[in-house]
Every structure is written in C-alpha cells, then in structure tokens.
C-alpha cells in the first residue's frame, strides 16, 4: 500500500484509508506515539487516560493561570451575577 505526502494548510499530511485505520483498531481523535527506526516512521496507537484539572495543573506548577478576579463594577442594564 502506498500514500503520498500532500500540502495541509502550512503542514504536510497524509490520508490514511478506513480500512487502515479500522485494521489498526484507530478511530477519530485516538492518540498515536510516533518514533523513528532507520528511516522509517513508526505510528503506535496509544491509550491516553483521562486526567483531573488537578493532574494538568500539576504541569504548570499547579497554578491553573496568571488569573485573578476581575472587578467589572456594578452591573449595567439588564446584566445579572
């Protein structure tokens, strides 16, 4: 089987068939683990666990942003909170 390297707005991509994929068991939106063998590209499907807000803040230092409370004033016309 062969698949041809085409333009992907500033990238280059290239189309997998169905039937690839479904023989690789990898659907939409699954993430895959690339490496390199002595000039081959190697695609591994790989299974990505679900992580709390805590876990991915954790990557940040556990901050969640450079957020603070913003003070808009009294509300005006019809705005509620």
Same mark, same amino acid.
């Given at each position: 089987?062969?698949?041809?390297?085409?333009?992907?707005?500033?990238? @280059?991509?290239? *189309?997998?068939?169905? &039937?690839?994929?479904?023989?690789? !068991?990898?659907?939409?939106?699954?993430?895959? +683990?690339?490496?390199?063998?002595?000039?081959?590209?190697?695609?591994?499907?790989?299974? @990505?666990?679900? *992580?709390?807000?805590? &876990?991915?803040?954790?990557?940040? !230092?556990?901050?969640?942003?450079?957020?603070? +409370?913003?003070?808009?004033?009294?509300?005006?016309?019809?705005?509620?909170?």
């Amino acid at each position: 089987m062969y698949a041809q390297v085409k333009a992907w707005g500033n990238s @280059q991509g290239i *189309r997998l068939s169905k &039937e690839v994929l479904e023989s690789a !068991g990898i659907q939409k939106n699954d993430f895959l +683990e690339i490496e390199f063998s002595d000039g081959s590209i190697i695609l591994k499907k790989i299974k @990505q666990p679900h *992580r709390t807000l805590e &876990e991915r803040a954790k990557e940040y !230092g556990g901050k969640l942003g450079p957020y603070e +409370e913003f003070d808009w004033g009294e509300p005006m016309g019809r705005e509620r909170w």
